[in-house]
């Protein structure tokens, strides 16, 4: 069954760090680039960050870039978020999502609570 | 940026109707459009990509269409697990934006 599974989330302080993971299976993980999403609250959908299947290329939103890193391990079929210098305002739903032009596979999110 | 802006934000209505959501995009996006279903509680469905292709294991009375700057979802006749909340996102350059979502209501 292609799965994929985000852990990591959970309640940090502002100016704090976390590191979300996002574990794949039931697919060939190194031949897809892969997204994180968020949803904050009763809001909608903000895309995050992309990196490519081999890692040579990322991207980030304006609204995190500086502060948060997206890196891969193929070996381990893991995709990480960095987020560094946390804000109220980066509280979440983050999932992760399969996929360049199309997200066909979504994990279920992981909530990342940012308060004092 | 690109900049994605969705109309109606709501639309009620009754099983068995047409709805028709629409999509502008701030600059020519080609056909690089693509639109998800999302539900209370849960991840993000994929509809449609490339504009107007239907994902698989997608019924079919939902449709897109469009190219360049504008774009419609449709929905034939409007069925009860269709209450939702419908998203367009265009994936033609980073950033990577979504519109701000369209929430299909019973009316």
């Known amino acids: 069954e292609v799965q994929l599974v985000e852990s990591g989330g959970g309640l940090v302080q502002p100016g704090g760090s976390l590191r979300l993971s996002c574990a794949a299976s039931?697919?060939?993980?190194?031949?897809?680039?892969m997204n994180w999403v968020r949803q904050a609250p009763g809001k909608g959908l903000e895309w995050v960050s992309y990196?490519?299947?081999?890692?040579?290329?990322?991207y980030y939103s304006d609204s995190v870039k500086g502060r948060f890193i997206v890196s891969r391990d193929n070996a381990r079929n893991s995709l990480f978020l960095q987020m560094d210098s946390l804000r109220a305002e980066d509280t979440a739903v983050y999932y992760c999502?399969?996929?360049?032009?199309?997200?066909?596979?979504w994990g279920a999110g992981t909530t990342v609570t940012v308060s004092s | 940026d690109i900049q994605m802006t969705q109309s109606p934000s709501s639309v009620s209505a009754s099983i068995g109707d047409r709805v028709t959501i629409t999509c502008r995009a701030s600059?020519?996006?080609?056909?690089?459009l693509v639109w998800y279903q999302q539900k209370p509680g849960k991840a993000p469905d994929l509809l449609i990509y490339r504009a107007s292709s239907l994902q698989s294991g997608v019924p079919p009375r939902f449709s897109g269409s469009g190219s360049g700057t504008e774009f419609t979802l449709t929905i034939s006749s409007l069925q009860p697990e269709d209450f939702a909340i419908y998203y367009c996102?265009?994936?033609?350059?980073?950033?990577?934006?979504f519109g701000q979502g369209t929430k299909v209501e019973i009316k």
């Open positions: 039931g697919f060939t993980f190194s031949s897809y680039g």
């Open positions: 990196i490519t299947s081999t890692s040579g290329s990322v």
């Open positions: 996102q265009q994936v033609n350059s980073f950033p990577r934006t």
């Open positions: 999502a399969r996929g360049d032009t199309a997200s066909g596979v």
């Open positions: 600059q020519d996006i080609s056909r690089w």
